[in-house]
């Protein structure tokens, strides 16, 4: 470990002491309605309930399934069912407690043992090493300064929520006519996908034949994936064809301002090509659209077409289970938009989106830097680098 100040010391956790104790079994015929959350192996309640086997503030570890040790902190009561919990006692700080276990959350979630079920149990728990001081003082005052983090993580993320919320709303309202700008009282007009993309606008990835791996190559045309449409950006990815292969399948190539779609999986994520890119293809995973920009403005379609009410129309769930894919081409191309025949109305509609877009993005930008601030305080001040006391 590294250094700490020498009135710290090095030990485990059963060292301290703390009890880690099991949860208890919990039945079917026991989950009566409640509100009192039950804590199983996720990283959120499993479910609610009427009674509960702990109060006051708990550390819990999620005890099996894929985020086995997985460590979190809830104040109240609850219903310890899949997980290990330690209580608050007298003679530490149970915040101080999960903000250590928190530090050491990826080494906690390494005591995993067992093949398709893993587990995290008390025992290993016990044996995770820690820098720990033992004044009290020092404690409260680490937890309260991390805690002022938390709290306004919190209501960062309770903020964007909130926006988000409103932003769908306004989405609802200005998409479907139900609230019109001042200014604007033209007439809106149902229309196919197709008739608002330019001549061989809409183009489906080529075959999986046309791309085996044998073709590509360290260096060329890129090649974009799914993942370019999924994470919105065009850097991702390291898959190349040279210029005869680049020349057969010029059919699919992108231009700036085409939109492209994923077609399996995650299915519907769009993403506009931006000025600056590596010249090259789709894959079969995506499709391309060019839209003529004389019908439909290029951000009110992107809004457009990431609306939850018009993406329901080109998901193919007709098969059931998880795995749901777009729906044929032929269909996708006579999907209806319902829009307003005034491109400066599109263009009003999508500025007010974008603005509320912009206002999420610079609070999901400032709450990551919060993170990121607080990840370095939890490290100067677990170790010690930094005195509060």
């Known amino acids: 470990m590294s250094d700490y100040p020498k009135d710290w010391e090095e030990v485990k956790l059963g060292d301290i002491p703390i009890q880690i104790k099991k949860g208890d079994l919990i039945t079917k015929k026991e989950r009566a309605n409640g509100n009192i959350p039950v804590i199983a192996g996720g990283k959120s309640p499993a479910y609610y309930c009427n009674r509960y086997n702990r109060e006051g503030t708990t550390i819990t570890v999620s005890a099996s399934g894929a985020n086995a040790g997985y460590v979190n902190l809830f104040y109240g009561q609850i219903f310890a069912s899949d ?3 330690i209580k608050e006692d007298c003679s530490y700080c149970i915040e101080y407690i999960y903000y250590l276990m928190a530090k050491e959350q990826e080494n906690i979630y390494k005591l995993q043992t067992g093949g398709a079920q893993p587990h995290v149990h008390p025992k290993d728990i016990e044996k995770l090493e820690v820098i720990y001081s033992r004044n009290i003082e020092e404690q409260k005052a680490i937890a309260d300064t991390l805690m002022t983090f938390d709290k306004h993580i919190e209501n960062l993320e309770k903020l964007i929520e909130k926006k988000k919320m409103i932003r769908d709303g306004a989405v609802e309202d200005l998409m479907t006519g139900k609230t ?12 196919k996908l197709e008739d608002v993309c330019n001549d061989n606008g809409m ?19 890129k090649v974009y994936e799914q993942r370019n449409a999924i994470y919105k950006s065009v850097d991702i990815g390291n898959y190349y064809i040279d ?14 301002n085409d939109f492209i779609i994923s077609c399996s ?12 890119f590596k010249k090259g293809i789709i894959n079969q995973a995506l499709l391309k659209i060019s839209i003529n920009t004389n019908l439909c403005d290029l951000t009110f379609f992107k809004n457009y077409f990431s609306w939850e009410k018009f993406k329901s ?8 289970g998880a795995m749901k894919n777009l729906v044929g081409m032929d269909k996708f191309r006579k999907t209806i938009l319902y829009i307003p025949t005034d491109i400066k109305e599109q263009r009003a509609i999508a500025s007010i989106l974008t603005s509320m877009d912009h206002e999420i993005e610079n609070l999901e930008n400032e709450k990551a830097k919060i993170e990121k601030i607080k990840a370095g305080a939890m490290d100067d001040l677990l170790t010690g680098r930094v005195r509060l006391v």
Do not use: A, H, M
């Not at 009282?185 to 229309?191: F, L």
């Not at 210029?243 to 700036?256: A, G, H, M, P």
């Not at 129309?313 to 059931?320: F, L, R, S, V, Y």
């Open 265 to 276: 999986g995650t299915i519907g994520e769009i993403y506009q090509i931006p000025k600056k």
């Open 203 to 221: 183009v489906r990835g080529p075959f999986g034949g046309s791309l085996k791996k044998e073709y590509f190559v360290n260096k060329g045309y």
């Open 243 to 256: 210029f005869n292969k680049f020349k057969e399948l010029k059919r699919f190539k992108l231009k700036e």
């Open 313 to 320: 129309k080109i998901i193919d769930d007709t098969q059931g």
């Open 83 to 85: 997980c290990s919990t």
């Open 180 to 191: 019109r700008l001042d200014g604007f009282d033209g007439e809106w007009e149902e229309v």
